[in-house]
């Protein structure tokens, strides 16, 4: 009996201790590609030109007009508008990056 | 038989005298039943008092008692339902939002509204939207559903409308901006909301000042109270 509360214990401990891994938010990045590796990617943010350096991973796809594309169509100057989710800035794990027109001023 | 028929007795007319005088105690009765009864039932006029005396002055003014309003400050604008009408515990706010969307930016902006509160909105954009009118229920919510619902997700360029909270949270609209040229988005409601949050897509949460009614410049002031 001991043995099976203390593994219930357990269990939740553990619960308790993966949900703030589950806190995390959305961010839109939208500027240019500034350099592109395996596992990261930095973009130059249009707004206020700050460089955003991302992590990608297995399951970050690329896409354009809403169909995947090759990984490889990110250059470096591409106009992309990524997806991402962390807890902060300094800590993103990019979902999807989309090749956008270059944006124009109205 | 004609000899009986014109022995009918027949009463005589009366004078004209006594005429006048029948007439004239008519109108004195009508008189004083106007001055005694009528006026103050109908019009509280009581020129002799004696509708005061007789309790027909309140038949023309009955006294006002207004229902004490429960409106304790700070109390959650919560409805009270009362048949086809709810009654809250405030006055219900104004917004006017506007802002330009970036190429490819978007932004949240919602209300926080008790279940079964109202508002009603209109909003149009310079060209059209990825728009999600959607609700998240307050965390630690127990009524067991989702933690966001959608009410209307679809692209529009602007939409007018209200909304009766279906559960206690905030509730507003995701915009997306899908062009690279900047998109500008006004928003008008009123309604029975507490506060509002705009939720950049860096987001970072930026809460907004909400304006009561009486900042209408264009309302009449309130009627100064007259006694009567």
């Known amino acids: 009996m001991t043995r099976r509360f203390m593994i219930a214990v357990g269990i939740v401990a553990m619960m308790l201790s993966v949900t703030p891994a589950w806190a995390h938010d959305d961010y839109r990045i939208i500027g240019t590609v500034l350099k592109v590796s395996a596992g990261k990617l930095d973009v130059k943010q249009t707004k206020d030109g700050k460089t955003i350096s991302m992590k990608t991973d297995q399951a970050t796809i690329v896409t354009r007009d809403k169909k995947k594309v090759s990984n490889a169509e990110l250059k470096v100057g591409t106009n992309v508008v990524v997806d991402a989710r962390g807890d902060s800035l300094q800590d993103l794990l990019v979902l999807e990056v989309k090749i956008v027109p270059a944006p124009t001023a109205k | ?228």
């Open chain 2, 1 to 228: 038989m004609m000899n009986r028929i014109s022995e009918v007795p027949t009463a005589a007319p009366p004078s004209l005298q006594r005429l006048a005088r029948t007439t004239a105690v008519a109108l004195v009765v009508a008189v004083v039943i106007l001055l005694t009864t009528v006026l103050p039932a109908e019009y509280a006029i009581d020129p002799l008092g004696t509708g005061r005396w007789l309790g027909l002055t309140d038949i023309a003014s009955p006294p006002v008692n207004p229902v004490e309003e429960m409106r304790p400050a700070g109390a959650a604008l919560k409805p009270i339902a009362k048949g086809p009408i709810s009654e809250y515990p405030r006055d219900f706010m104004l917004d006017v939002y506007d802002i330009t969307l970036q190429p490819y930016e978007y932004v949240e902006y919602k209300y926080h509204l008790e279940q079964g509160a109202t508002m009603m909105y209109s909003w149009k954009a310079s060209a059209p939207l990825l728009q999600d009118f959607h609700g998240e229920r307050e965390s630690g919510a127990t009524d067991g559903g989702p933690a966001e619902e959608s009410f209307d997700k679809q692209d529009r360029r602007e939409a007018t409308g209200s909304l009766t909270a279906p559960f206690t949270g905030i509730h507003g609209w995701y915009w997306e901006n899908p062009t690279g040229t900047p998109i500008t988005v006004r928003l008008t409601s009123s309604g029975f909301y507490g506060s509002a949050i705009e939720i950049r897509s860096d987001r970072t949460r930026h809460p907004r000042v909400l304006k009561p009614i009486d900042v209408l410049a264009s309302l009449p002031s309130e009627p100064a109270a007259t006694a009567r």
